[in-house]
């Protein structure tokens, strides 16, 4: 399970400091009140960005593991918040998705850099479009867009601004933004069997 390790930092400034050092998780998620042996589970290596580990808690009676992921991080996605917004971004700006794939990722080929680029759409706009329902106050007049969105918080990148502001709805926002599950596609409901992509499961040393 993930858990909001609240920091400004960027994600070059996270790995520089070694951050994840100073992350502390000082009781249990399930068991608040103790004795089920709860105990720092050391940290795992990202690949992305080089460098980056994230610390880790492991509640035994629970059998669970929690990873503290900082807000600059993505979540089930590699790479910062931002190069995630970045992405976005650029597509709005472009009249095509081809025309940014040519911006985005021209070291592979074009249907490869679309379903790279459609993902990450797709991802963040069902968490927009959730925030827009979840959080009316703020987001009512909102499209599920970056730009809508960056207006509407006045803020140069909202991802993990977002992580902030919607702190109480990351158990159910879907990755890369929250750390709830992932929006079915049309392609995953005819296919439930098939495996889920995680990352880095735990290997379990208290
Ligand atoms: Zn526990």
Redesign the pocket.
């Known amino acids: 399970m993930q858990i909001r390790y609240a920091t400004d930092l960027s994600a070059e400034q996270y790995v520089r400091q070694q951050a994840w050092q100073a992350a502390t998780l000082n009781q249990?998620p399930?068991?608040p009140q103790g004795g089920?042996g709860?105990c720092k589970n050391g940290s795992y290596s990202r690949k992305f960005p080089d460098g980056a580990k994230v610390a880790r808690w492991y509640?035994a009676?629970?059998h669970m593991s929690f990873s503290l992921l900082p807000d600059c991080l993505a979540s089930h996605l590699s790479g910062s918040l931002i190069e995630v917004e970045d992405v976005l971004t650029e597509v709005e700006h472009s009249h095509s998705q081809e025309a940014a794939a040519d911006n985005i990722r021209i070291d592979i080929l074009l249907p490869g850099a679309l379903r790279w680029i459609r993902r990450r759409i797709f991802l963040v706009k069902a968490s927009l479009n959730m925030l827009i329902e979840l959080l009316p106050g703020l987001f009512a007049d909102c499209h599920p867009s970056i730009l809508s969105f960056q207006s509407a918080l006045d803020a140069d990148y909202v991802l993990p601004e977002l992580r902030h502001v919607a702190s109480s709805y990351l158990p159910v926002l879907p990755p890369p933004l929250g750390f709830g599950p992932r929006p079915e596609t049309k392609k995953s409901k005819k296919n439930h069997f098939q495996h889920k992509t995680g990352t880095d499961p735990p290997s379990i040393r208290c």
Do not use: A, I
């Open positions: 249990c399930l068991h089920c709860f509640c009676d629970g």
